[in-house]
Structures are given as C-alpha cells and as structure tokens.
C-alpha cells in the first residue's frame, strides 16, 4: 500500500501540535554553586542589612535635658566689714574702728589679792584705727569674773591713733581663791565689740583687806587721751 507525501505532512503537523499542547518537560536550569568567600560576603551583607533596619525601626531616644547651672551673680564684697570676732557678743564691725593694747599702767598679771578687797585696773590702750572713737562708745565685761566691775561709757570722743587710759574699779571676790581672770572689750553705742580684747588676772588668797596701793575705785572715770606724734 503506497501513501503518498501529502498524507505524511498533515500527520506530522499533528504530531507537532501534540507535543507542544503536552508541553513537555522544562529542562531545569543549573543551580549556581557558590564559593566560600561569596558565602561569606553575603552573610556579612544580610547582617548589616537587618541591624540598619533594626535601627530605622528603634524609636529615637530624646536625650534627656541637661541642666543648666543658675547664674552666679557676682558678690559684692562688703567695705569696711570684718569677720567676727572671737569675744562675747561680737557682731561685724567697720574695719576703720580699732584698739590695740599698749600696757597694764597697774596691777600687774597675778597681782596678789586679799578676798574682798578692792582696787582700780588701768590699761593703756590705742585707737589704732583710722576712725575716732564716738562719745558713747562701751569698755564692757565679755568673759570670766567680772570682779564686780562695771561697762565704763567713753564721755568723749577719742581720734585715731590717740592713746587713752581706761580704768574700771572691780572687788576681789570672796567666794573662791587663786587666779582669777575677767577679760574686757570695747564696743560702738550698739553694742558691736571690735579691737582687743585685755584682761585683768589677780591671785586671790587670805582675808580681806583694802588694798592702799590702788586708785579710789571709780567705774566712770575720765580716761586721758595722749595724741601720737
């Protein structure tokens, strides 16, 4: 039986029509095999990659506020204001008011002293500031026995470096024996002590007597004032 090649085309044509509806199986392609250090490069990439997102994703931390110190305002030094002093009932005075002590012009340091007997303390002092000394000024008791003396009161004023002796009558006490110390200091009107503090100290001891050797015991005596060359 003879065909003829008009009857062959027609089946082939079908043929190829079927295979390509069947599609066929696709021919995978080759799976690129990686070396080690590509590996390593992409790890390394991915990694960065995930802490640059983490951080985009993080909320922004506000830096919590810094506080800024108050302003100091400059001090103004005070003028003429001196520290406290070390006396009783010492208070900041100005510094132009000042004494120096000069000497005891009588009864020495450990004058010897029946108990009760009185006498006259005399001390040489200076203003030794650049201030007079106002009429009303105080020479007051500020610690130890005040032998019964009393605050003498400056009658008059006193000028700066002018000398003066001031004089306070006391008694010897007759309650206790040995050394005996009261200490003085002088004051403003206001009762701000400024300059050195002096002292009397007697030694205390047998009964009393009257002490011949001192000046007539006088709280408010009038001290005079010797101006310095």
Same mark, same amino acid.
Request: include cysteine; aromatic fraction near 8%; hydrophobic fraction near 40%.
């Given at each position: 039986m003879k065909f003829s090649k008009t009857f062959f085309v027609p089946i082939l044509i079908i043929f190829g029509l079927l295979l390509s509806a069947c599609g066929g199986e696709a021919t995978p392609e080759p799976t690129p095999t990686l070396s080690l250090e590509a590996m390593q490069t992409l790890a390394v990439?991915? #990694?960065?990659? &995930? +802490?640059?997102? *983490? $951080? +985009? $994703?993080? =909320?922004?931390?506000? =830096?919590?506020?810094?506080?800024? =110190? $108050?302003? *100091? +305002?400059?001090?103004?030094? +005070?003028?003429?204001?001196?520290? #406290?002093?070390?006396?009783?009932? $010492?208070? =900041? %005075?100005?510094s132009c008011y000042r004494l120096s002590y000069v000497a005891d012009v009588n009864i020495p340091d450990d004058t010897s002293m029946t108990a009760g007997q009185t006498f006259t303390k005399t001390w040489k002092v200076r203003n030794s500031g650049t201030c007079a000394w106002d009429a009303g000024f105080k020479f007051a008791f500020t610690?130890?026995? /005040?032998?019964g003396g009393s605050t003498y009161t400056l009658p008059q004023s006193?000028?700066?470096?002018?000398?003066?002796?001031?004089?306070?009558?006391?008694?010897?006490? %007759?309650?206790? %024996?040995? /050394?005996?110390?009261?200490?003085?200091?002088?004051? %403003? /009107? /206001?009762? &701000? #002590?400024?300059?050195?503090?002096?002292?009397? &100290?007697?030694?205390?001891?047998?009964?009393?007597?009257?002490?011949t050797g001192a000046a007539p015991a006088t709280a408010t005596s009038t001290p005079t004032a010797t101006a310095t060359p």
């Amino acid at each position: 039986m003879k065909f003829s090649k008009t009857f062959f085309v027609p089946i082939l044509i079908i043929f190829g029509l079927l295979l390509s509806a069947c599609g066929g199986e696709a021919t995978p392609e080759p799976t690129p095999t990686l070396s080690l250090e590509a590996m390593q490069t992409l790890a390394v990439a991915t #990694f960065s990659a &995930q +802490l640059t997102q *983490t $951080a +985009l $994703a993080a =909320p922004t931390s506000t =830096p919590a506020p810094t506080n800024t =110190p $108050a302003a *100091t +305002l400059p001090v103004s030094t +005070l003028a003429n204001v001196t520290p #406290f002093g070390t006396g009783v009932g $010492a208070v =900041p %005075t100005a510094s132009c008011y000042r004494l120096s002590y000069v000497a005891d012009v009588n009864i020495p340091d450990d004058t010897s002293m029946t108990a009760g007997q009185t006498f006259t303390k005399t001390w040489k002092v200076r203003n030794s500031g650049t201030c007079a000394w106002d009429a009303g000024f105080k020479f007051a008791f500020t610690g130890g026995d /005040a032998m019964g003396g009393s605050t003498y009161t400056l009658p008059q004023s006193v000028a700066a470096n002018a000398e003066i002796d001031i004089s306070v009558s006391m008694t010897a006490p %007759t309650n206790k %024996t040995g /050394a005996v110390r009261g200490n003085w200091r002088i004051s %403003t /009107a /206001a009762g &701000q #002590f400024f300059g050195d503090e002096v002292y009397v &100290q007697i030694q205390v001891g047998g009964a009393a007597a009257t002490n011949t050797g001192a000046a007539p015991a006088t709280a408010t005596s009038t001290p005079t004032a010797t101006a310095t060359p």
